[in-house]
């Protein structure tokens, strides 16, 4: 479930990109959980056909996931399919990342790649076909002419190097159909993991293409007036995963168009995953030093097809020579010694191998990302209560059991009274956990304080997602405040002090704008790492 100002930041993004009617029926979803058509026009009171259009829309763009169920049928009547919508939170946020999902695309594969990717980005979902007259529109190609197959090429290449590097991958099933089980009797299905599998999960997971198609690309559709027809052409893959055979998709795997035509979309988690490796480099540079950020970097690179899962916990085995060679590519890495990569590793949490083993590594992600997280944590507590309660914090975030007020004004070196007080401040807004423990005859309690991480780690998103929001808000107040400003066409003659305002709010929206994409990076370490 997500946190209040979570969906109060996600309801304010549909708002901006699609409008109040939109964002009324996403807000009843992400509130309210999946719902089918019925339950959303009872909840929302609007006319069936404006929420039919909204849930296409938001459909398009990702941010809704539609499945069917078989519900039971009534006395005497046969079960019937019944329809869900669920809105997916985390998709509706990544929409306030697509300036950095464009960054990555533009800094390695240029302009063309960025075009095709951004018309992704625009419209949600696209069919090759569409890609095609969108980037022939744009650059005004004569389809009558020599130009056309030229164009045609150029579209072919780029958007194999988008679905090559994962950038972009076939679109869910539109409505796939959850198969009822034994286990659907039951108040909860499990995982094979143990875990608490929802019906959401499962709908997801039965909507996702086959990896082995996922990112396959066939030539079904014609790119010009003389593309060839024969058959075999057709089904001629553009692209296929290595190691992988070719196979024919089945029809339902995939969401196509009216005119059966594959649709495509932005890879979310290609991103997120990139994003996250930034993130731990980052992170094990400031802490460490740059030379471990070059080594960790090159162990990313080096596992780049190997990582599957963008949460993996832990890096794939890789020998110290596959590091060093992977390291030496990089610029930073060409005058790294074997001996250093090697200490970088120790540094990075790795046990040196027994002699005469083969010498490979693995790095923890997963501790590195909750060190980054505890620091994110620490900072906000050293700004906002001071260095004394900072050092409180640090202990206990160490500790997991409970420790007593004694031990830790005796190990912070603070006043028992100043201690307590940090403490009782700590505990009102949420950061740690107390208990009481006591002699009823000699009337005295012993007070006991301990982190409770994860519910702290959810407080401090949802205040995150509340800062989130108050810049959004605050970047439409400062473009209202402007828009006569900002309506001064280029090339106008106007007076200095026009010039000037104009100025000073692009500098602020700047800012702004900064400020949001840094406190992003912060979002996406506690909630998409």
Same mark, same amino acid.
Request: aromatic letters at 8%; charged letters at 30%; hydrophobic letters at 40%.
């Given at each position: 479930?997500?946190?209040?100002?979570?969906?109060?930041?996600?309801?304010?993004?549909?708002?901006?990109?699609?409008?109040?009617?939109?964002?009324?029926?996403?807000?009843?979803?992400? =509130?309210?959980?999946?719902?089918?058509?019925?339950?959303? $026009?009872?909840?929302?009171?609007?006319?069936?056909?404006? #929420?039919?259009? @909204?849930?296409?829309?938001?459909?398009?763009?990702?941010?809704?996931?539609?499945?069917?169920?078989?519900?039971?049928?009534?006395?005497?009547?046969?079960?019937?399919?019944?329809?869900?919508?669920?809105?997916?939170?985390?998709?509706?946020?990544?929409?306030? =990342?697509?300036?950095?999902?464009?960054? $990555?695309?533009?800094?390695?594969?240029?302009?063309?790649?960025?075009?095709?990717?951004?018309?992704?980005?625009?419209?949600?979902?696209?069919?090759?076909?569409?890609?095609?007259?969108?980037?022939?529109?744009?650059?005004? #190609?004569?389809?009558?002419?020599?130009?056309?197959?030229?164009?045609?090429?150029?579209?072919?290449?780029?958007?194999?190097?988008?679905?090559?590097?994962?950038?972009?991958?076939?679109?869910?099933?539109?409505?796939?159909?959850?198969?009822?089980?034994?286990?659907?009797?039951?108040?909860?299905? &499990?995982?094979?993991?143990?875990?608490?599998?929802?019906?959401?999960?499962?709908?997801?997971? @039965?909507?996702?293409?086959?990896?082995? $198609?996922?990112?396959? /690309?066939?030539?079904?559709?014609?790119?010009?007036?003389?593309?060839?027809?024969?058959?075999?052409?057709?089904?001629?893959?553009?692209?296929?995963?290595?190691? *992988?055979?070719?196979?024919?998709?089945?029809?339902?795997?995939?969401?196509?168009?009216?005119?059966?035509?594959?649709?495509?979309?932005?890879?979310?988690?290609?991103?997120?995953?990139?994003? =996250?490796?930034?993130?731990?480099?980052?992170?094990?540079?400031?802490?460490?030093?740059?030379?471990?950020? %070059?080594?960790?970097?090159?162990?990313?690179?080096?596992?780049? =097809?190997?990582?599957?899962?963008?949460?993996?916990?832990?890096?794939?085995?890789?020998?110290?020579?596959?590091?060093? *060679?992977?390291?030496?590519?990089?610029?930073?890495?060409?005058?790294?010694?074997?001996?250093?990569?090697? @200490?970088?590793? +120790?540094?990075?949490?790795?046990?040196?191998?027994?002699?005469?083993?083969?010498?490979?590594?693995? %790095?923890?992600?997963?501790?590195? !990302?909750?060190?980054?997280?505890?620091?994110? /944590?620490?900072? +906000?507590?050293?700004?906002?209560?001071?260095?004394?309660?900072?050092?409180?914090?640090?202990?206990?975030?160490?500790?997991?059991?409970? !420790?007593?007020?004694?031990? %830790?004004?005796?190990?912070?070196?603070?006043?028992?009274?100043?201690?307590?007080?940090?403490?009782?401040?700590?505990?009102?807004?949420?950061?740690?956990?107390? *208990? &009481?423990?006591?002699?009823?005859?000699?009337?005295?309690?012993?007070?006991?304080?301990?982190?409770?991480?994860?519910?702290?780690?959810?407080?401090?998103?949802?205040?995150?997602?509340?800062?989130?929001?108050?810049?959004?808000? &605050?970047?439409?107040?400062?473009? *209202?405040?402007?828009?006569? %400003?900002?309506?001064?066409?280029?090339?106008?003659?106007?007076?200095?002090? /026009?010039?000037?305002?104009?100025?000073? +709010?692009?500098?602020?929206?700047?800012?702004?704008?900064?400020?949001?994409?840094?406190?992003?990076?912060? !979002?996406?370490?506690?909630?998409?790492?």
């Amino acid at each position: 479930m997500s946190s209040p100002h979570g969906i109060k930041l996600a309801v304010h993004l549909v708002t901006t990109y699609f409008g109040e009617l939109v964002s009324k029926v996403c807000e009843c979803l992400l =509130r309210k959980g999946t719902l089918s058509l019925g339950q959303v $026009i009872r909840y929302t009171e609007l006319s069936k056909q404006n #929420v039919t259009n @909204a849930l296409l829309l938001l459909i398009q763009h990702n941010c809704v996931q539609a499945f069917t169920i078989q519900q039971p049928g009534g006395f005497g009547e046969e079960p019937k399919p019944l329809t869900q919508y669920m809105a997916l939170h985390d998709n509706i946020i990544h929409h306030m =990342r697509f300036p950095k999902f464009l960054a $990555i695309v533009s800094d390695e594969y240029g302009q063309e790649c960025t075009e095709i990717f951004e018309g992704l980005l625009q419209h949600g979902r696209l069919s090759l076909n569409k890609i095609s007259d969108r980037y022939k529109d744009k650059h005004k #190609v004569d389809v009558t002419s020599g130009e056309n197959n030229s164009a045609d090429n150029v579209i072919h290449e780029n958007f194999n190097k988008l679905v090559q590097a994962r950038f972009i991958e076939r679109c869910p099933a539109h409505e796939p159909f959850l198969q009822p089980s034994e286990e659907d009797d039951a108040p909860k299905k &499990r995982s094979k993991m143990g875990d608490v599998q929802t019906l959401e999960a499962r709908a997801l997971v @039965a909507a996702a293409p086959m990896e082995s $198609i996922r990112f396959l /690309v066939e030539a079904d559709d014609k790119w010009s007036s003389g593309a060839p027809d024969d058959d075999d052409d057709k089904k001629f893959p553009l692209t296929e995963i290595v190691g *992988e055979k070719r196979k024919q998709p089945e029809p339902e795997v995939f969401a196509t168009n009216e005119k059966k035509e594959i649709l495509w979309r932005v890879n979310f988690e290609e991103f997120i995953r990139r994003l =996250r490796h930034k993130c731990c480099v980052s992170h094990v540079t400031t802490r460490l030093d740059s030379v471990v950020g %070059i080594v960790l970097s090159a162990i990313f690179e080096a596992t780049r =097809r190997d990582e599957t899962k963008v949460k993996m916990e832990k890096t794939v085995p890789l020998s110290l020579e596959t590091i060093y *060679e992977e390291a030496m590519k990089s610029e930073e890495g060409r005058s790294l010694t074997l001996e250093r990569v090697r @200490a970088s590793l +120790v540094q990075l949490g790795c046990e040196l191998p027994t002699i005469g083993i083969d010498e490979t590594y693995s %790095i923890d992600v997963k501790k590195i !990302i909750s060190q980054a997280q505890a620091q994110e /944590v620490e900072s +906000v507590v050293l700004k906002k209560y001071g260095r004394e309660a900072y050092r409180i914090f640090r202990l206990l975030s160490e500790r997991e059991r409970l !420790i007593d007020t004694d031990k %830790i004004s005796n190990t912070t070196f603070v006043e028992k009274k100043d201690a307590l007080k940090i403490l009782f401040q700590l505990w009102k807004d949420d950061f740690l956990h107390m *208990e &009481r423990i006591g002699n009823d005859a000699q009337k005295v309690d012993v007070l006991l304080w301990k982190m409770n991480k994860r519910a702290l780690w959810e407080h401090v998103l949802d205040d995150m997602y509340h800062a989130a929001l108050n810049l959004k808000l &605050r970047l439409v107040y400062e473009l *209202e405040q402007a828009k006569d %400003i900002l309506l001064v066409l280029k090339g106008v003659t106007v007076g200095d002090e /026009v010039l000037k305002r104009r100025k000073q +709010v692009g500098d602020k929206w700047k800012v702004l704008e900064s400020s949001l994409m840094i406190l992003d990076d912060a !979002i996406m370490l506690f909630n998409a790492f």
